[in-house]
């Protein structure tokens, strides 16, 4: 639990990026990664996100059911888990220096893949449109999902790669995600990285999570998109240097 004003505040503020990114602009979850990572420790930081990123899943799935079916969902879900059982491989084996530099290492491979698709937009919608893309995908995000709790920038970049309209992509990402967080509850709990007081903290934090849930719902429909998501590429690269380097 954190042991400071200025810990309350940056969990706080991590906690509403958790549920700002949930609504719809993924790429701001790379900040909460970020503060959660460099606050309490790599390898701690999954058990302390994971319930939160559970609450803000079923705060989004209800008010994005209607956009999406289960049928996309599954085109998804095998090669996360592909990708979920190497993170598990890699978690056991990683101490908390490792992971910092893994984390900051993914953040900065889902940076340049989301300016690639800026770049050369023509280029990059001809290679996403291949199987192996695909493949790719599903299985760095099920790495990035069990390593950094950050598959969402990952598996948006996909789904926006296949021309999914915006509030199709959303309830996609909400059922896909709701799934595969509570697949990792076991892992996490297993590895005492999700405890009692833990759990205690999460739960104080939750109204900070339905505030960037609501909050984001409604910036999604007034701010422009990619805007946002260049200012929060420029955040997340220098998370990932610092992650990686510092």
Same mark, same amino acid.
Not at 48 to 56: E, N, V
Not at 102 to 121: D, E, F, H
Not at 163 to 168: A, L, V
């Given at each position: 639990?954190?042991?400071? %004003?200025?810990? $309350?505040?940056?969990?706080? +503020? ?25 606050? *309490? ?12 990123? *559970?609450?803000?899943?079923? !705060?989004?799935?209800?008010? =994005?059911?209607?956009?999406?079916? $289960?049928?996309?969902? $599954?085109?998804?879900? $095998?090669?996360? !888990? ?23 290492? *993914? /953040? ?35 790495? %990035? ?24 992509? *959303? ?5 896909? =995600? ?24 999460? !739960? ?17 429909? +007034? ?11 420029? =955040? %997340?690269?220098?998370?990932? /240097?610092?992650?990686? =380097?510092?």
């Amino acid at each position: 639990m954190p042991d400071h %004003a200025t810990a $309350w505040i940056l969990v706080t +503020i991590a906690a509403f990026c958790i549920g700002v990114s949930k609504a719809g602009f993924s790429g701001i979850s790379l900040i909460s990664v970020f503060i959660l990572a460099d606050l *309490i420790g790599a390898k701690e930081s999954l058990g302390f996100a994971l319930p939160m990123l *559970i609450i803000a899943d079923l !705060l989004v799935f209800p008010a =994005f059911r209607k956009y999406a079916t $289960w049928k996309s969902v $599954w085109k998804l879900t $095998w090669p996360a !888990l592909v990708g979920m059982a190497i993170g598990v491989a890699v978690l056991d084996n990683a101490d908390n220096n490792t992971m910092r530099k893994i984390i900051g290492a *993914i /953040i900065l491979l889902m940076t340049s893949i989301q300016l690639m698709s800026r770049v050369n937009p023509t280029q990059f919608y001809a290679i996403a449109c291949t199987r192996k893309f695909g493949f790719f995908s599903g299985t760095a995000g099920g790495v %990035a999902t069990v390593l950094a709790n950050a598959a969402g920038p990952i598996l948006q970049i996909y789904m926006l790669s296949r021309r999914m309209e915006k509030m199709e992509l *959303i309830g996609v990402g909400a059922r896909f =995600f709701l799934v595969i967080n509570l697949m990792k509850i076991p892992l996490s709990a297993g590895l005492d990285l999700i405890t009692s007081t833990t759990l205690l903290t999460n !739960l104080i934090l939750a109204p900070a999570i339905a505030l960037g849930v609501f909050g984001g719902h409604r910036l999604v429909k +007034i701010i422009p998109q990619k805007g946002f998501e260049l200012t929060v590429i420029i =955040f %997340a690269m220098v998370a990932g /240097i610092r992650l990686c =380097f510092f």
